[in-house]
């Protein structure tokens, strides 16, 4: 795709408004078409450009020691890596050595570690059951009173449901692309517990916008919320808002005191849920056999995905003078609908890489076409539980093998068996988590 390849030799803001230009205004519910300079603005002068660069300078600046004394509460210093992380374009091998380097004592960093272990916990289960992303995983913990909605709410979406909290998560959400955890988890236990909208819903809405947009960590932490990968759903009350906001969405809110989340988890569990739901079996996930294949001679062909997105790119580092790809999958814009965010932030991580062929097409068709080119006589690719990815590798590999290149290693996760709880894995993978790399 020769046009979008000069693209990325202009500037990052002319690279965006030509994207903006073929893609239209973002669209953010209850604005109208003419407030695109704001957006606009937004997203060029936002907290998050996509790259290596602002990606380092970011690490550089985290403290394990206040995440973990403040990281539950909404102004608490979180770290804001996970566009970068979701991207590839850190590893979390590289910011977990980060954060151990920067305490006297490494359980100092103990809490912001095990956080990363969700994510690859996360990705794990993705690799095992792919199709958990859509489905539940199990049973519902709780069985909830009243019908359950396919569509998100118009009101939800444009941010003008009279509850100033959940408008100002959504409005935030559509506008930055990025939610503290406890405001996605009181988002999503309030869409879907109280609203009753399906975890899917939401899901989908969640990667319409966000920035770190992963089926993975998005999908799986709503079921946790939905109580459909957990052993209890997760209730969102007022308290827990106001201890962890100071109170500021409620001071001004019109409905306060008279709310749908006022009351205790009991109260709430109570008027929530008709009965406990019928588990009869502890679930289960046997992790994903190892994903391995061996180079033939000749020279690669690196390929770059929405999982390592630039320089970074294990794949890339092994071959960085190979030639390199990266495909726009129709079926992936189709399924995800990714915002202007972005797809601005994918483009400046890809700026970055010397070369870079990017191509918009089905991706076995455009690998083909590339290697039979440049005589190439296999692929190389970052190691992703994506099932896109390695679905393309199997459709090729009677003709054009693809190598997985491995990730620097987060963790030593040869005693896990069973990836149907996170705290099971933790328990087999924490102790070597806290290891820096060698």
Avoid at 334 to 344: F, Y
Avoid at 406 to 419: I, K, N
């Amino acid at each position: 795709m020769e046009e979008l390849t000069a693209w990325l030799q202009l500037d990052a803001e002319s690279r965006a408004r030509r994207l903006a230009d073929r893609c239209g205004p973002p669209v953010v519910p209850g604005r109208a078409a003419d407030g695109f300079e704001a957006d606009w603005a937004a997203i060029v002068e936002g907290p998050f450009r996509g790259g290596r660069q602002p990606a380092v300078q970011r690490l550089r600046a985290i403290d394990p020691v206040a995440y973990g004394r403040s990281r539950n509460h909404v102004s608490g210093a979180v770290t804001k890596l996970s566009p970068w992380l979701r991207h590839g374009v850190l590893s979390l091998a590289e910011v977990r050595d980060a954060a151990l380097a920067s305490v006297r004592e490494r359980s100092q960093a103990d809490k912001l570690i095990s956080e990363l272990g969700w994510r690859d916990y996360w990705q794990r289960v993705y690799a095992a059951r792919p199709e958990g992303v859509w489905e539940d995983l199990e049973p519902p913990a709780a069985v909830a009173r009243g019908q359950r909605s396919d569509q998100l709410p118009t009101d939800v979406a444009a941010g003008t449901t009279g509850m100033a909290c959940v408008d100002a998560f959504s409005r935030q959400l559509t506008q930055t692309g990025w939610l503290h955890n406890h405001e996605r988890m009181w988002l999503a236990s309030w869409l879907v517990h109280t609203r009753g909208v399906s975890w899917q819903a939401g899901a989908a809405w969640f990667l319409e916008h966000l920035l770190d947009a992963d089926p993975a960590s998005n999908n799986f932490s709503w079921q946790w919320v939905a109580g459909t990968f957990a052993n209890k759903p997760y209730i969102f009350n007022r308290e827990n808002l106001e201890r962890y906001t100071d109170g500021r969405h409620c001071r001004d809110c019109p409905v306060a005191g008279r709310c749908d989340v006022e009351g205790s988890y009991d109260e709430l569990s109570d008027r929530l849920f008709a009965a406990a739901g019928d588990r009869p079996e502890r679930l289960t996930i046997p992790p994903a056999p190892p994903w391995f294949a061996d180079p033939p001679p000749g020279q690669p062909l690196v390929w770059l995905t929405l999982d390592s997105l630039g320089v970074a790119s294990p794949a890339l580092r092994r071959h960085p003078e190979a030639p390199t790809v990266f495909i726009l999958d129709p079926a992936w814009l189709e399924q995800e609908r990714p915002s202007l965010k972005r797809l601005v932030f994918i483009v400046e991580c890809l700026a970055e890489v010397p070369g870079l062929e990017c191509w918009l097409g089905e991706p076995a068709a455009v690998l083909s076409a590339r290697a039979a080119a440049c005589g190439a006589s296999h692929v190389c690719v970052a190691t992703t539980p994506c099932p896109r990815v390695r679905g393309t590798a199997a459709d090729l590999a009677d003709r054009l093998p693809v190598v997985p290149i491995e990730w620097p290693p987060f963790c030593d996760t040869s005693r896990v068996t069973d990836l149907g709880r996170f705290s099971r894995y933790w328990n087999k993978v924490s102790k070597s988590a806290m290891q820096p790399t060698a």
